[in-house]
């Protein structure tokens, strides 16, 4: 079922878990993840990013075609939109939710820029998330990690002037696999204290790929609602690949064993970030057919 990322993670802040948001690239990997997500009878959302395919038309119409005929809520979003055009275009495809990312402009500005999306996007029923600080690269750990976490203050002050529906902090994590020799460090304290002052607002990790299990369990747990991942799922495409015997007639089995990959490992952290069976059905049903439906009424 397609619906919007602000009903899904509004009901995680309530519920106190979160939701898996793996980068898609294909519609092969697209549909892997909502076999995941159905087998654990979770919600999820689909993020999908320019850099993995710019025919954005195309993939919008497939990613909410796949996101509709699905068992679960499922939202497809737009991540680190970064050009006004990108953005405008995701809403035009059909993407339910729309990230907003100025977390590397001054505060006014990222508050300023922001809150025209948001104009935008809730006027045709489009979520939007938003980035406070900044989560950089996992190579670049060492000067990174500390140079832009997520003030509480500014969160705050953020969301209000801004009408946000989410909102990625750092808090520790970076995007990208780590250096040899670093682990990335959370500061559960800092998270535990942006999430009471802003009275329990749904909040977003990104750069989770290589941040330890445990640490995983325990943020989706004080306040963390959504996952992004992408990292370890091409990590768990490229081992099993590497692994598999490709002899004789076994090349025929490449690209199912490219869907399952992701597939097993995403199941598992839809465990950890404590999503799985947290699937309902929404009242108005589909979106795209709630859509359909309200333009016949007018016509």
Request: charged content about 25%; glycine content about 6%.
């Amino acid at each position: 079922m397609l619906v919007t990322m602000k009903e899904i993670l509004d009901r995680a802040s309530a519920e106190n878990y979160a939701v898996a948001a793996p980068n898609v690239h294909t519609e092969l990997n697209a549909r892997s993840f909502v076999e995941a997500a159905e087998e654990m009878n979770a919600p999820l959302i689909i993020d999908f990013n320019f850099k993995c395919n710019p025919d954005i038309d195309l993939m919008g119409k497939i990613l909410c075609d796949i996101a509709e005929k699905a068992s679960v809520p499922v939202a497809v979003n737009l991540d680190h939109g970064a050009e006004y055009w990108k953005i405008v275009s995701a809403i035009r495809a059909g993407f339910t939710s729309v990230m907003v990312d100025r977390s590397s402009e001054p505060f006014e500005k990222n508050v300023e820029e922001t809150a025209e999306i948001v104009k935008i996007a809730h006027a045709v029923g489009v979520s939007v998330e938003a980035e406070l600080g900044h989560v950089g690269q996992a190579d670049q750990y060492a000067t990174d990690r500390d140079a832009a976490l997520t003030s509480v203050k500014d969160a705050m002050n953020f969301i209000e002037q801004t009408g946000v529906d989410c909102l990625a902090v750092a808090i520790g994590t970076a995007h990208g696999a780590y250096p040899k020799g670093y682990k990335p460090y959370l500061d559960f304290d800092r998270l535990k204290e942006i999430k009471d002052a802003t009275g329990g607002f749904p909040l977003v990790l990104h750069g989770s790929s290589g941040t330890a299990e445990e640490d995983l369990y325990r943020v989706c747990r004080m306040g963390i609602n959504k996952v992004n991942v992408a990292y370890d799922m091409c990590r768990a495409c490229c081992d099993t690949i590497l692994e598999a015997d490709w002899s004789g007639s076994n090349a025929y089995k490449f690209w199912d064993t490219l869907r399952e990959a992701p597939k097993a490992t995403l199941k598992h952290l839809i465990e950890v970030y404590g999503s799985d069976n947290k699937a309902w059905v929404p009242e108005h049903g589909s979106l795209r057919k709630l859509s359909e439906q309200d333009r016949v009424g007018t016509e």
